[in-house]
């Protein structure tokens, strides 16, 4: 049973304009949530994350938003870039914070 | 770099022939986590070791085991690996432990293919 779902598997977007990417959860146990960015080849790398206790955490071009009441979070990319270009994993947390539970991903493409 | 190194990063086995994949960090990190990941799908957890300490996830079949000798080296061995086991590992680490918020370093994975 996948507690962390990303229910889109690809998403196009033109540079400049925004891409959002969703999530959504099933355990409100989570407390902490990540994204990660993998391109091809490569494992997956950090990008962002947020505490249980906010609703938004932005760091340059990119914001999380957590919406607890409806298990939901989004990542915002303002503007988007060609080299946005990857897959974008949702991850979460629980109390073991050991154990990371991940979404199947979404694929982003930025067309110049 | 200190960062997380796999090899091979793509490895071609028999059906039914033992492999063993490895995993090495220079962040001496506590954690250190294997993943199966298949196309489009969410990376599996397969098991971690916490230190010394292994927590292997309750779906994960007996085919699959895991090492630790020391804090820098993970390995993971498919003693019979199927058709059905190709796919990308993924090796990451976590500073962890209680109360340690910590993002994962993951390595770039080795691809597994079965012939």
């Known amino acids: 049973d996948q507690q962390v779902k990303q229910n889109s598997p690809s998403l196009s977007v033109q540079e400049g304009r925004i891409s959002i990417l969703n999530c959504d959860y099933t355990?409100?146990?989570?407390?902490?949530f990540l994204w990660y960015k993998k391109y091809p080849a490569e494992g997956p790398t950090f990008l962002i994350s947020?505490?249980?206790?906010?609703d938004k955490n932005e760091d340059g071009r990119f914001t999380v938003f957590l919406n607890k009441s409806a298990k939901h979070l989004s990542l915002h990319i303002v503007p988007s870039q060609p080299g946005d270009s990857a897959v974008y994993f949702c991850?979460?947390?629980?109390?073991?914070?050991?154990?990371?539970?991940f979404g199947s991903g979404t694929k982003l493409n930025v067309k110049p | 770099d200190a960062m997380v190194i796999q090899n091979p990063r793509y490895q071609v086995t028999q059906f039914g022939k033992p492999v063993t994949l490895s995993c090495s960090q220079t962040l001496n990190h506590n954690v250190m986590y294997w993943y199966q990941q298949k196309s489009s799908q969410a990376p599996k957890l397969l098991f971690h070791?916490?230190?010394?300490?292994?927590?292997n996830e309750a779906d994960t079949p007996d085919n699959f085991q895991s090492r630790r000798p020391n804090t820098s080296f993970c390995f993971l061995d498919i003693r019979s690996p199927g058709l059905g086991d190709a796919a990308m590992y993924l090796c990451a680490t976590s500073r962890g432990g209680p109360g340690k918020l910590s993002e994962q370093y993951f390595g770039p994975g080795t691809r597994l293919t079965v012939t």
């Open positions: 947020i505490s249980s206790i906010k």
């Open positions: 070791y916490y230190d010394k300490d292994f927590n």
């Open positions: 355990n409100s146990m989570f407390d902490y």
């Open positions: 991850a979460a947390i629980g109390d073991n914070f050991n154990k990371f539970y």
